[in-house]
């Protein structure tokens, strides 16, 4: 199959105290062995470049990447025919999650594991200095599926990921494309510790809206929660 140059800014705004900009991800039928912690690092890439072009006092700054997915038939008929059916809808299933959100209102900035993943918190505290009046920082992940066949990924109403997981790296063949939790290993640790000792004289709290107990634990016990 044609290789596809994804992801790729598919919008850039940068107006009113605002910079938003959204990568398409492109269509994880088409496309094959996604990794889409490679994905994030070429998209963080791309942020940086657009971003300190810009860079002001921003109250709100959004960073979104898009996926589509086919269902298991479109998927079945593609890999037989090399192509979609025209019918395909391509604009009505799709997964999509947010790394980086900072919203005034509340004061807070949003952000993905994944920034952690390598223990490199810089990113995080670089921008920090361009959110006008920040007060928290959250850290947690962030996913949600549209579309058509969204019900078979859903338990009790809320998007259960590892049924996408399930979904994604053995019908569709992304064996590393994974789920961007929080797990307190030594790796995101050192990188949890390095940032908040940077936040140390800004009175920036870091929160963890979904750990668990056991997780906790180890948060506590690392000097990043009491």
């Not at 900072?102 to 223990?119: D, R, S």
């Not at 994604?168 to 640790?189: A, E, R, S, T, V």
Request: one cysteine or more.
């Amino acid at each position: 199959m044609k290789k596809n140059k994804f992801p790729k800014i598919s919008d850039l705004e940068v107006a009113n105290n605002k910079f938003l900009i959204f990568f398409d991800g492109g269509d994880l039928g088409m496309r094959e062995n996604v990794e889409n912690f490679n994905d994030f690092l070429k998209c963080q890439r791309l942020f940086d470049d657009a971003f300190y072009e810009y860079s002001t006092d921003y109250k709100e700054i959004y960073w979104g990447i898009q996926y589509t997915i086919p269902d298991d038939q479109q998927y079945i008929k593609l890999r037989k025919n090399g192509n979609y059916e025209k019918s395909y809808p391509r604009n009505k299933n799709i997964y999509q999650y947010t790394p980086l959100f900072y919203n005034f209102k509340t004061k807070t900035l949003y952000v993905e594991p994944f920034f952690f993943l390598k223990g490199e918190p810089s990113f995080i505290s670089s921008i920090i200095d361009y959110c006008k009046s920040i007060k928290k920082i959250e850290i947690l992940m962030t996913a949600l599926l549209e579309g058509e066949f969204t019900d078979q990924f859903t338990k009790d109403k809320t998007l259960f990921t590892p049924i996408v997981e399930d979904y994604l790296q053995k019908f569709l063949g992304h064996k590393k494309f994974f789920g961007h939790y929080l797990i307190p290993n030594k790796d995101q640790l050192k990188g949890l510790i390095e940032l908040k000792k940077t936040l140390k004289h800004k009175k920036i709290k870091i929160i963890f809206p979904d750990i668990i107990d056991e997780d906790k634990v180890i948060l506590k016990n690392s000097g990043l929660i009491s």
